[in-house]
């Protein structure tokens, strides 16, 4: 199972992407079916943070539940291949055709808190998503395309301002984490 492997694999950034790692490898030795929803506790999802070829923006969409402006991903619904999620859900979300892994390798691993919602009329309880998140890259002159049923906006936002942009705290550092390692690895 190539996603088990990415993860054992992952050398965390620092403590806190160590202790996610824990998490989610106690996780995977604990349930056989973080790969889909039917686990309430914590799934996997797939994330693309895509950003310009020169790295000075990045794509993000306004989210229908969250009320802001966030990276691209989803669930990972049962698919093992999550670079293939990761890249799916971001042509999904913002329109654009050409999009593509800068590395195949993690950009992250992180246990993201999830509050309880409501999504298409139904109550979704507080859980934990084990998400793992991928750089991407696309042409930032390509149209891009809201989709309503998620999103309200697609656009591209200068990569250093993204916190003007999120009103979610525990989000802007995720990003902030992103931006560091694409700085120090040159990516």
């Known amino acids: 199972m190539g996603w088990i ?10 403590e806190e992407e160590a202790q996610d790692k824990n998490v989610a490898l106690l996780s995977i030795s604990k349930f056989n079916n973080l790969l889909t929803r039917e686990n309430s506790l914590i799934h996997v999802t797939s ?3 895509i950003v310009n070829k020169n790295r000075t923006k990045v794509l993000m969409v306004h989210h229908n539940i969250y009320k802001t402006w966030c990276w691209t991903g989803g669930h990972a619904d049962g698919d093992e291949d999550l670079l293939h999620v990761a890249i799916k859900e971001a042509k999904e979300e913002t329109g654009v055709e050409d999009i593509r892994a800068i590395t195949p390798e993690l950009l992250s691993l992180d246990i993201i808190e999830v509050i309880g919602h409501f999504k298409r009329g139904k109550y979704v309880s507080a859980h934990l998503h084990l998400s793992l998140a991928y750089l991407l890259e696309a042409d930032e002159e390509e149209k891009v395309k809201i989709k309503e049923d998620e999103n309200s906006g697609v656009k591209w936002l200068p990569i250093d301002e993204i916190h003007k942009h999120s009103n979610e705290p525990n989000m802007i550092k995720l990003y902030e ?11």
């Open 5 to 14: 492997e990415d993860i054992k694999n992952y050398i965390p950034h620092n």
């Open 177 to 187: 984490k992103f931006n560091d390692k694409i700085k120090s690895r040159g990516w």
């Open 47 to 49: 994330s693309g943070y």
